[in-house]
């Protein structure tokens, strides 16, 4: 079984391999162009935002396994608290996965459906950002509407007394109300 720092230099070795076969490089040893050094900086950034996602899932699976924030802390080689500190606030959020998850990745066209989809599974709209949408594990069934926010009151005739904000991404401002079959 290869050591730990057997194992992290075969990681970097991977991962230094993976970089050039992914970066511009010039063949005449010439200085990169503005455009190559700018595919560089890209290809670095996503591989940095992958192995942050990985790390992340990794650190939630830590934990979610029982290992301690010192002992997780230790094998990255910063403090309990450090660690805690950056990936405290997500393990806490997963370990509430049962009551409250994200919808996404979501787009304007499909939005609607997919939070009346899951309101009819008893998902209650909470927070909404581009892209995705917080929601909350009720007991009740739920409908979602979107309006302008230019036209927050445009809720239909005669139900606007049971729609209840539920929240304002701009421009648009996403209303609920508990959900009845045939209205």
Known sequence: MP???????????????????????????????????????????????????????????????????????????VSKQ???????????????????????????????AILNESGRSGWKLLSSKHGEHLVLRTNTLWEVKRTLLSAPLALGKGGRERWQLASVRFPDVFFTREWHDGE
Not at 82 to 110: C, H, K
């Open 82 to 112: 450090a660690v805690q500190r950056r990936f405290g606030t997500s393990v806490e959020l997963a370990r509430d996965a049962a009551t409250e998850r994200i919808l996404g990745p979501v787009n304007r066209s499909n939005e609607i």
């Open 3 to 77: 050591t730990n720092a057997e194992s992290d230099s075969a990681l970097k070795a991977a991962l230094a391999q993976l970089s050039l076969s992914q970066l511009p490089l010039s063949d005449s040893g010439e200085e990169l162009s503005p455009e190559q050094l700018l595919q560089q900086v890209r290809q670095l950034y996503l591989i940095h935002s992958e192995t942050g996602k990985l790390l992340h899932e990794a650190v939630l699976a830590a934990r979610a396994a029982g290992l301690s924030w010192a002992v997780i802390g230790d094998r990255l080689g």
